[in-house]
């Protein structure tokens, strides 16, 4: 069939077109916004799951609600070297800029920011921010962000406007940041004020938040997003190409769905591919057989392949002496009697793979499991267990 009217999207971050098993976070985030408009308070949101599981296509769509109920969004994806409160200090400034404030207005907030020390007014007129982090303690930090939230939330009410932070891979947040983060959004939320925050991160997020404040679990909700049911699958499968009036045979549908196991980027990957490759409709479950290797090689040059490039050759033996267990999650004495040493010799290897994020530390203490879905399949696939 014709690639280009290909209807399956499998790229980072791509709205599919149907976003199948999502509604019911759509909604969550509609009540916040819709809570914030009018004056009372909500918790912010932090997505929590898998690589691949479509936290990122959430966040998205979280930036359309807000946009179309008049909030200004400002997004960012963090890295292991971003700076979260510059980040947050720059969107305030933005923000301020867009709220077009009057002058009275206007030099109220100024007068309130003049006396931060690591966040500065720079320029005669307007909001031009200067952020100087490298020597401030956290309690000053804390402080700064906390008090800019505050004005930049009173000027936003003033305005019948909110604002929305939306972060990704939050876990990479620097804890000092993340912390001053809680605290000036816990801050503003005591005052009602319409500033919240939408991120998505691995699963360890809620045991990090709790342990950065005590009261962040009040502040936030966490939900889990994961592998499609069966329905929703078969709906992430089927709607795109019945907006093409291309049909699916069923037992085409059933070996999708098997070997898709409900994973949103499996679905996106294997129904592109099959698309390719089918001559007519209705796809047949030879057409997706023929279409596996193909999009098999896909998930393993876009998914899997890039991350494990990021680990060193001891970190790749660690990842595939996990693999060799099976499923997970796993824990590290099994680990290191794969390995044949002592569990000690190779906490400095599991937390390095935690910090890059093919790991993340389980809720069960001592365990870890790999941050991608069936990522132990590619690294038997990758490489031979001793290799």
């Not at 690589?51 to 296509?57: I, L, P, Q």
């Not at 921010?129 to 962000?145: F, N």
């Not at 800019?148 to 009173?154: H, K, R, T």
């Not at 660690?318 to 044949?340: F, H, K, N, Q, T």
């Amino acid at each position: 069939m014709d690639p280009i009217a290909n209807p399956y999207t499998p790229n980072a971050g791509s709205r599919p077109p149907e976003l199948a098993g999502r509604s019911a976070y759509l909604r969550q985030f509609e009540i916040v916004i819709g809570r914030l408009a009018r004056g009372t308070t909500e918790q912010s949101m932090i997505i929590k799951g898998l690589r691949g599981v479509g936290k990122t296509v959430l966040l998205n769509a979280f930036e359309d609600q807000a946009e179309s109920h008049h909030f200004m969004s400002y997004y960012h994806e963090l890295t292991p070297e971003s700076s979260l409160a510059s980040e947050l200090a720059r969107d305030a400034e933005r923000a301020l800029t867009r709220l077009s404030l009057s002058e009275k207005m206007g030099r109220k907030v100024r007068d309130a920011l003049g006396h931060l020390r690591t966040i500065s007014l720079s320029g005669p007129e307007g909001f031009g921010l200067s952020i100087d982090l490298a020597d401030a303690d956290e309690g000053t930090i804390t402080s700064d962000l906390t008090d800019l939230f505050l004005e930049l939330g009173a000027a936003a009410q003033d305005k019948g406007r909110g604002v929305v932070f939306l972060v990704d891979e939050i876990q990479f947040a620097d804890e000092v940041h993340f912390r001053a983060m809680v605290s000036a959004l816990h801050r503003a939320t005591q005052k009602s004020l319409p500033i919240t925050l939408a991120a998505a991160g691995l699963p360890q997020i809620p045991r990090l938040s709790g342990e950065a404040r005590s009261y962040a679990e009040r502040l936030f909700t966490f939900p889990t997003i994961s592998n499609l049911d069966e329905p929703e699958a078969r709906s992430a499968l089927l709607e795109p190409a019945r907006q093409q009036d291309v049909q699916y045979e069923e037992p085409a549908v059933g070996r999708a769905l098997e070997w898709t196991a409900g994973y949103p980027f499996y679905i996106q990957q294997l129904g592109k591919h099959v698309w390719n490759l089918a001559s007519r409709s209705p796809i047949t479950a030879e057409d997706i057989e023929a279409a596996i290797p193909n999009a098999t090689e896909a998930l393993d040059s876009s998914l899997y392949e890039v991350r494990v490039q990021r680990a060193t050759p001891s970190e790749r033996t660690y990842m595939r002496a996990i693999a060799e267990l099976g499923e997970g999650p796993y824990r590290s004495g099994d680990v290191a009697r794969m390995l044949e040493r002592p569990a000690s010799a190779l906490s400095t290897i599991r937390q390095d793979l935690i910090n890059k994020g093919l790991l993340y530390a389980t809720e069960d203490y001592g365990h870890v499991d790999f941050s991608v879905p069936r990522f132990d399949e590619f690294m038997c696939r990758y490489m031979a267990f001793g290799e």
